[in-house]
């Protein structure tokens, strides 16, 4: 039996890893679950998986959440309480699907406690990959990646030797804006931002989709997890989202790894790796399907990857920067304060801007991205 502690257990990832976990009551039980501030799921999860211990982010939705339920599960609350969760509980794995630059403290907690990190949140690898991959090797740590990309990296690579391969290839849905002239960002809304063809995933992310900067930062986080230079990393177009991505090695052939849409599968494979549990999700039904399509992503428009693999070939605190600048910009298009268009425009101001730290450590680290996020807050009043 395995124990699971979710960070972030309201969020899209949290909820799918949840299905999971009910299929596999005999393999998997859930240890601890955190939140934000929704307490009403919290609730339900609570009734349903009897976790041990429970954290709500948010301090007045901790305590409404304790006259609620009373003593039957301990409560914390704050970012404290995402740190004693992730270094004093009993569990075995850890589910890291926080949103943004949160997720990284208690992540890098548990890999100091040498755990499997079932990592969804990207931004620990993009912000302060070099340490992270440093500290998972010196505490016996293991990271298996759920973004869907990495996941089918990740089993391309089983069996193979990573000097034979030649390039990883990404796969993009190119999302809601593929097929829009890049003038039309100038006045695209939030509604038509957050409308995205193939994946249901939270604001933050799905907006990430939109500029094409949710594939940067996968091309920094395949970096970290794969040890692949940027020049080695190439990203495709594929607007069908059923090749999840591609490996190619030296004699030419190319691996992918293929299924729907649904993060269910790549989180169930990084809990029950390296084993495969027999399930009864929808199967790809190819003939329905009936064709697959490519093309190369147009950095001239999505400016934002782009940017990325420039953070990336500069190193140092230069991700942090471009993924506190994104976090910002997102948030200022999403409360329509910023256009569409000017999220690249601010990114590329922070990255001119801030000064790049090499080699940094996490007070660095911290340090880059608050200033960096007051840097571009003062962009707009
Ligand atoms: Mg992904």
Redesign the pocket.
């Known amino acids: 039996m395995k124990k699971v502690l979710i960070l972030g257990s309201s969020g899209s990832i949290g909820v799918n890893s949840l299905n999971v976990i009910r299929n596999f009551p005999d393999r998997f039980s859930v240890e601890a679950l955190t939140v934000n501030s929704n307490i009403d799921l919290l609730g339900q999860q609570i009734d349903e998986f009897s976790p041990s211990l429970v954290v709500v982010r948010d301090e007045k939705k901790a305590e409404e959440l304790i006259k609620r339920i009373g003593s039957k599960v301990k409560v914390l609350s704050g970012d404290e309480g995402l740190l004693e969760a992730a270094s004093d509980c009993d569990y075995d794995i850890l589910v890291s699907s926080l949103v943004g630059f949160a997720g990284l403290l208690p992540t890098i907690e548990a890999i100091k406690k040498g755990k499997r990190i079932a990592l969804a949140n990207?931004e620990t690898l993009v912000v302060a990959g070099e340490l992270v991959t440093a500290l998972v090797r010196d505490h016996n740590a293991e990271i298996i990646p759920v973004?869907?990309?990495?996941s089918a990296i990740y089993q391309c690579l089983i069996g193979e030797e990573l000097k034979e391969v030649e390039k990883l290839i990404l796969t993009a849905s190119g999302g809601p804006f593929l097929n829009k002239d890049k003038s039309f960002f100038e006045n695209a809304t939030v509604d038509e931002a957050l409308n995205h063809p193939n994946w249901k995933m939270g604001s933050k992310i799905t907006i990430d989709s939109a500029s094409m900067m949710?594939k940067g930062l996968?091309v920094i986080e395949a970096h970290w997890l794969f040890g692949l230079p940027a020049e080695k990393i190439d990203v495709v177009v594929h607007p069908q989202s059923i090749i999840h991505s591609m490996v190619q090695f030296v004699d030419g052939s190319i691996k992918a790894q293929l299924g729907l849409p649904d993060m269910k599968l790549p989180i169930q494979y990084a809990l029950s790796f390296p084993e495969r549990l027999e399930n009864s999700f929808e199967r790809t039904n190819m003939p329905k399907i009936g064709s697959l399509t490519f093309f190369s992503p147009d950095l001239n428009k999505f400016e934002c990857l782009k940017l990325a693999y420039e953070a990336l070939i500069a190193m140092g605190t230069a991700p942090c920067i471009l993924n506190a600048a994104n976090e910002i910009a997102v948030d200022k298009f999403l409360k329509g304060k910023i256009k569409f268009s000017h999220i690249p425009k601010f990114i590329n101001k922070a990255l001119e801007k801030m000064e790049n730290h090499r080699d940094p450590d996490i007070q660095t680290i911290v340090d880059c991205d608050r200033e960096t996020r007051e840097f571009v807050g003062s962009l707009v009043s």
């Open positions: 990207k973004d869907s990309e990495h949710n996968e």
